[in-house]
């Protein structure tokens, strides 16, 4: 059978079909693909994204751009046997394939979930509310968040050949920013597989993705001010990219995720009679077998009291001793290789140096894994690696162990006396993407993480009761941030609406609150209105506009509102019904609930027949800022702020969200309460 030669996306087309190097399985070492010889020229890619893919996806809203991820994410989810497929030779167990494969699609799900719910109806969103600059009113600013117009080029690693593109390529998507994705070479036949299945479905805008298999080339000198980069894999080659002469002369923005040494620390409330014991020790075992330890979020340092070294290191010894390792297609098979021979080389070398300053408790030939050996035919041409436990008798006196950082299935045990020292090494990794703590003692924690937080991007706090349902140490999530200070890279990826936010350009607007309503497509106060006979509330969602609005009519509040309120809804508060106490507070007086402002400000803008309006499902921003007395009278004005189209869904009619701004004001035209409200609205269709 002929070994594929793999190629790239280049402008649309692919491109490549002279043999290169020859890219081996990590199994058994046979070839699985070629990678091509030519070189593509990165003008033509980044001229391709610039004139075809912004405009194909600026053409789309981040609505429409979301049900695009959703549909791609589902499609492969389809064809995700494919990709499994090709994962095995990658190292990758099923339950390692399935991190990888599903969790790049779940990303994708996670993303068109947060683009329907958080994005509006249009390329601008609004990072308000405006505030205004003079005393009349006239004058107003805000800020938005723009797509850049650019390219985003991302540099993945070898380890997640499919997760690692798609939790980037997902919020770059949805900010409408074309992306030309480099994976590492080693694993590449994964990435290019992922892509063929992307770039077949037909979902995809053209020149919205882009692939290169090999090396990069003069692809950054090709990059001007619009464009981006993100780079995940090791400091060093970040600490160089960074500074990359034209990357810097443009100010382009340079987004690192570094391998960083990561620790978990067992807190001295926890005995080795303990279930957090436990936890701590299946914990540091799962993350150092979990893809051969090939994650950089992997525990690399288990900080621990002195007088419970040697309990941790026996029972992760004996945890790691029942660890079978071999050919992921062997049943039984819970640890895979790592991704190359010379990756299995790099690691070799790494655990040597760390062996000059530390025992190794656990590995090949040592220990309990004297006799280890992987399974599976023609496993001895693969690039496997016996899991490794060494400790570090003399944590502060060893460098090498907060420097060094071996890229496979080893972990560093070290000991402390007080959990201030514990904290200190912890920083001696000098900033990581993830740390663990582990205690039933909220005081710890209040203690400790606040220190850690200064050093870690995440701190996964881990007992008996958040262990039923944990994600572990090491799982980035879409809705939470990934990346660390220091040595992991100072970057930031993922954390929700966050991510999507790092590929568009904030501006700060000015001007009159009519101008700004027109550029943010939301209604600011202050703007132009358009008030008419016909009741906001009777008006399909493709009939409403952005700046409709009712002023109410009028209402005066007396006291038996206020009692009829407080039986009603149990509400006595001494301010409503205490005259005496009432007249001793800031008020000088008996006011009326908040909620009943509320309560009766909907009473005078509602439309109470049928109509297009068909349930009003939330409240944003409220606040009652001046109190309603008795006698007082209210008005409400009723404006049309936000549009959200929503696709159509099969059991639902077709339907939008409108978000309404409302002001209550007293008799005197002083704003008494102020809130959103968010209703679902029918279309005429």
């Given amino acids: ?122 390329n601008v969103v609004h990072e308000g509310p405006a505030v205004p600059l003079g005393r009349k009113g006239g004058f107003s600013g805000t800020h938005i968040l723009v797509p850049r117009r650019g390219v985003a080029v991302h540099i993945n690693a070898f380890n997640f050949p499919v997760w690692g593109m798609l939790e980037k390529f997902a919020p770059s998507f949805l900010a409408g920013m074309p992306c030309i994705v480099k994976p590492a070479t080693a694993t590449s036949y994964l990435t290019e597989a992922a892509v063929r299945l992307m770039h077949d479905s037909g979902l995809l805008p053209p020149g919205s993705l882009q692939l ?109 001793a029942k660890t079978v390792a071999g050919d992921p297609a062997v049943e039984g098979v819970k640890m895979g290789a790592l991704a190359s021979r010379a990756q299995q080389a790099d690691v070799a070398a790494r655990v040597a140096q760390l062996a000059e300053g530390c025992e190794i408790v656990f590995g090949a030939g040592v220990g309990l894994g004297r006799g280890w050996a992987p399974v599976g035919e023609g496993v001895a041409q693969g690039a496997f690696f016996a899991p490794t436990l060494l400790r570090c008798a003399h944590p502060h006196e060893q460098d090498v162990v907060h420097d060094v950082e071996a890229f496979g299935p080893v972990s560093t045990l070290m000991p402390y006396d007080e959990v201030d020292e514990a904290v200190a090494l912890a920083a001696r990794g000098r900033g990581s993407l993830v740390s663990t703590l582990v205690t039933r003692d909220p005081a710890i924690a209040a203690h400790v993480v606040p220190a850690a937080a200064v050093w870690h991007g995440r701190v996964h706090v881990l007992e008996r009761e958040a262990a039923v349902e944990s994600t572990g140490h090491g799982s980035p999530l879409p809705g939470l941030k990934h990346g660390g200070p220091g040595r992991a890279g100072g ?155 929503k696709p159509a869904k099969k059991d639902q009619p077709p339907q939008g969200v409108v978000a309404w701004d409302v002001q209550v004001t007293n008799q005197h035209g002083e704003l008494v309460a102020s809130y959103d409200i968010l209703t679902l609205v029918l279309k005429r269709g």
């Fill in 1 to 122: 059978m002929l070994t594929p030669i793999l190629q790239s996306l280049i402008a649309g087309h692919w491109f490549g079909s002279q043999p290169g190097a020859v890219l081996h399985s990590a199994v058994d070492g046979s070839p699985v693909a070629l990678a091509h010889a030519e070189r593509p020229d990165f003008a033509e890619a980044v001229h391709h994204a610039h004139r075809v893919g912004v405009p194909a996806l600026l053409a789309l809203d981040f609505q429409q751009r979301a049900a695009r991820l959703k549909a791609l994410a589902a499609h492969l989810l389809e064809h995700k046997e494919t990709l499994y497929t090709l994962s095995r030779h990658t190292g990758a167990t099923r339950a390692d394939g399935w991190v990888d494969i599903e969790g790049g699609t779940g990303t994708l799900f996670a993303y068109a979930g947060i683009g329907a719910a958080e994005l509006p109806s249009g």
């Fill in 491 to 645: 970057g930031e990826e993922l954390g929700g609406a966050r991510a999507v936010a790092h590929y568009l350009q904030r501006c700060a607007v000015q001007g009159s609150p009519t101008m700004l309503a027109a550029i943010t497509g939301e209604y600011v106060r202050g703007a132009r209105v358009r008030e008419s006979e016909v009741h906001p509330f009777r008006r399909h969602f493709e009939d409403l506009a952005v700046g409709d609005s009712l002023l109410t009519h009028r209402r005066t509040v007396g006291e038996a509102d206020i009692v009829a309120f407080g039986g009603l809804s149990g509400d006595y508060f001494y301010m409503h019904f205490d005259e005496i106490a009432a007249k001793e507070s800031p008020f000088g007086k008996r006011i009326a609930h908040g909620y009943f402002v509320l309560s009766a400000a909907a009473g005078l803008f509602v439309s109470p027949a049928p109509g297009p309006v068909l349930a009003n499902y939330g409240l944003d921003t409220l606040r009652f800022v001046k109190p309603v007395g008795i006698g007082d009278t209210i008005q409400s004005r009723l404006t049309c702020k936000r549009k959200i189209d």
């Fill in 212 to 320: 290169v298999v090999g090396g990069t080339g003069d692809l950054l000198e090709r990059l001007t001010e619009p464009d981006v980069v993100t780079f995940t894999g090791s400091a060093d080659t970040a600490a160089r990219l960074r500074v990359h002469r034209n990357l810097v002369a443009r100010s382009i923005p340079f987004n690192a995720e570094a391998d960083s040494l990561n620790c978990a620390i067992l807190a001295p409330d926890v005995g080795p009679d303990d279930e957090e014991f436990e936890l701590f020790v299946k914990e540091v075992a799962r993350e150092m077998t979990v893809k051969a330890g090939q994650k950089c979020t992997a525990i690399r340092r288990a900080i621990v009291p002195r007088r419970h070294l040697d309990a941790v290191a026996e029972r992760l010894a004996a945890r790691l």
